[in-house]
């Protein structure tokens, strides 16, 4: 027996719940959202039992509020079925990809067939397809339509489809798709004309159900397009609009983003992410950036005998391995953005490592003459004394500067090729794994350095 779930309130959220109904009276949705968003979800639950269904539908609606799962799961079920059903079907099916069971299984019980049947078939695409964003809300016409009647239809649908800057003509029998027209090209048409022509020249722009949001992202952008017709088997199936691919790509930055801080991706807002969650994030990726940080200690280990004789090499440790780390970092950055808008294949990775050597060396050799002027500087103004052999000291740290900015370059740029090859996410080189491997390596390269140049001096 399913019980009905209600918000529970203290007094004080009770009376900001019923000040929020009258504030928010005549606001926009969108605004509305971002208020609800900074209270608790019991309030905002209030809230939207509280104003006219059709206003709690729009607000629902609104990709920027966050907490609507928990929302959802705090009304009571017939409510909570009755406002889904007024919500677009993407919109639905995001919601139920969070909500926590037996919300789930009890809300999905409460639709109607027909809904039920659509929300699990969107469901059942993977969570980065364009399957998964796509509304089934379109207008589509058949091709034998002239322009009056194909208008007259616009009209009476114009209020349940999530767009109407596209009209999508299908074949009559088959109901195979035709042609996208947009309306700008449909008002513009001699009213008795045939529907087909006003279509622009040249096939249809369509994307599969399985493909990738962000190489969907990137067809809008080429095309300039409101909205993508989805196709399976030459059916249309649902429409991706700009606006969820708006929303997909502020996600998938923020992961990105995320990844290359060194974290595990994580898909909630930041206050509202759970401790322990957020713990294991964090914690899994520091563990590895720190037992690998543990090969620097055994990279010095090697060179005790080194650092025993010349401890001025010491002073310039940090300065190294930061270099090294920060070019890598750049370089990984730049790469992994490049492989994600694809400006770069798999097959350009001997160009990007012909255009990353030239431009490691140089900016090794600009950071080594810096670091020589600087120890100049100190030595000749009294400001530290290096010893007698400050000039070789000096030409070590330069050296080991080309080096090292050269390496932490290459590696940084090839290590996104070679996530990707294996069959990795690119933004997995995050900037700290690079600066870790590379920190590693960038001792040995001072070291070896240090070995050839001081030999006979200092070593």
């Given at each position: 027996m399913n019980i009905e779930t209600q918000p529970v309130l203290d007094p004080d959220e009770?009376?900001?719940?019923?000040?929020?109904?009258?504030?928010?009276?005549?606001?926009?949705?969108?605004?509305?959202?971002?208020?609800?968003?900074?209270?608790?979800?019991?309030?905002?639950a209030a809230v939207l039992m509280g104003l006219p269904r059709d206003r709690a539908i729009e607000i629902l609606d609104q990709p920027i509020l966050d907490s609507g799962p928990e929302i959802v799961s705090l009304l009571p079920r017939?409510?909570?079925?009755?406002?889904?059903?007024?919500?677009?079907?993407?919109?639905?099916?995001?919601?139920?990809?969070?909500?926590?069971?037996p919300h789930r299984t009890e809300l999905l019980e409460r639709l109607d067939g027909d809904t039920r049947v659509l929300i699990l078939r969107l469901l059942s695409y993977p969570p980065h397809s364009a399957g998964s964003i796509m509304t089934t809300e379109f207008a589509s016409?058949?091709?034998?339509?002239?322009?009056?009647?194909?208008?007259?239809?616009v009209r009476r649908v114009e209020r349940t489809r999530e767009t109407i800057y596209a009209i999508y003509v299908?074949?009559?029998?088959?109901?195979?798709?035709?042609?996208?027209?947009?309306?700008?090209?449909?008002?513009?048409?001699?009213?008795?004309?045939?529907?087909?022509?006003?279509?622009?020249?040249?096939?249809?722009?369509?994307?599969?159900?399985?493909?990738?949001?962000?190489?969907?992202?990137?067809?809008?952008?080429?095309?300039?397009?409101?909205?993508?017709?989805?196709?399976?088997?030459?059916?249309?199936?649902?429409?991706?609009?700009?606006?969820?691919?708006?929303?997909?790509?502020?996600?998938?930055?923020?992961?990105?983003?995320?990844?290359?801080?060194?974290?595990?991706?994580?898909?909630?807002?930041y206050m509202e992410i759970g401790f322990w969650k957020m713990i294991r994030a964090r914690g899994g990726w520091?563990?590895?950036?720190?037992?690998?940080?543990?090969?620097?200690?055994?990279?010095?280990?090697?060179?005790?005998?080194?650092?025993?004789?010349?401890?001025?090499?010491?002073?310039f440790i940090p300065l190294i391995m930061s270099s090294?780390?920060?070019?890598?970092?750049?370089?990984?950055?730049?790469?992994?953005?490049?492989?994600?808008?694809?400006?770069?294949?798999?097959?350009?990775?001997?160009?990007?490592?012909l255009r990353e050597l030239p431009s490691g060396i140089t900016l090794g050799a600009m950071l080594g003459l810096i670091g020589f002027v600087r120890i100049a500087i100190w030595q000749l103004f009294g400001l530290y004394d290096y010893g007698e052999h400050w000039v070789l000291v000096g030409l070590t740290v330069a050296v080991a500067l080309i080096g090292i900015v050269?390496?932490?370059?290459?590696?940084?740029?090839?290590?996104?090729?070679?996530?990707?090859?294996?069959?990795?996410?690119?933004?997995?080189?995050?900037?700290?794994?690079?600066?870790?491997?590379?920190?590693?390596?960038?001792?040995?390269?001072?070291?070896s350095v240090a070995s050839l140049i001081l030999r006979g001096t200092l070593l």
């Open positions: 009770v009376a900001q719940a019923a000040a929020l109904v009258i504030l928010c009276a005549n606001e926009r949705a969108a605004d509305i959202a971002e208020t609800l968003n900074e209270e608790s979800p019991g309030v905002a017939e409510t909570a079925a009755a406002l889904l059903a007024g919500v677009s079907a993407d919109r639905v099916a995001g919601l139920f990809r969070k909500l926590e069971e016409v058949p091709s034998d339509f002239t322009v009056q009647q194909t208008l007259d239809y299908l074949d009559p029998v088959t109901a195979n798709l035709v042609q996208a027209i947009t309306l700008r090209r449909l008002i513009t048409g001699e009213p008795g004309a045939p529907v087909l022509s006003v279509a622009r020249p040249g096939r249809s722009i369509t994307v599969s159900p399985l493909m990738d949001r962000e190489d969907v992202a990137r067809l809008i952008s080429k095309y300039d397009l409101l909205a993508v017709p989805v196709v399976d088997h030459g059916r249309i199936i649902g429409i991706v609009t700009v606006d969820d691919i708006m929303d997909a790509v502020v996600q998938e930055t923020t992961e990105d983003l995320q990844k290359l801080g060194g974290m595990e991706a994580l898909s909630e807002p520091l563990a590895v950036l720190f037992l690998s940080e543990m090969l620097t200690a055994t990279a010095m280990q090697g060179y005790q005998s080194e650092l025993e004789k010349a401890i001025v090499l010491t002073l090294g780390g920060n070019s890598g970092s750049q370089a990984t950055s730049l790469l992994i953005r490049a492989l994600a808008l694809h400006e770069l294949r798999l097959g350009d990775w001997w160009r990007v490592a050269t390496f932490g370059s290459l590696t940084g740029s090839m290590l996104p090729f070679i996530l990707q090859r294996i069959g990795f996410d690119p933004a997995s080189a995050s900037a700290p794994f690079v600066a870790t491997l590379v920190d590693v390596t960038g001792l040995v390269i001072y070291f």
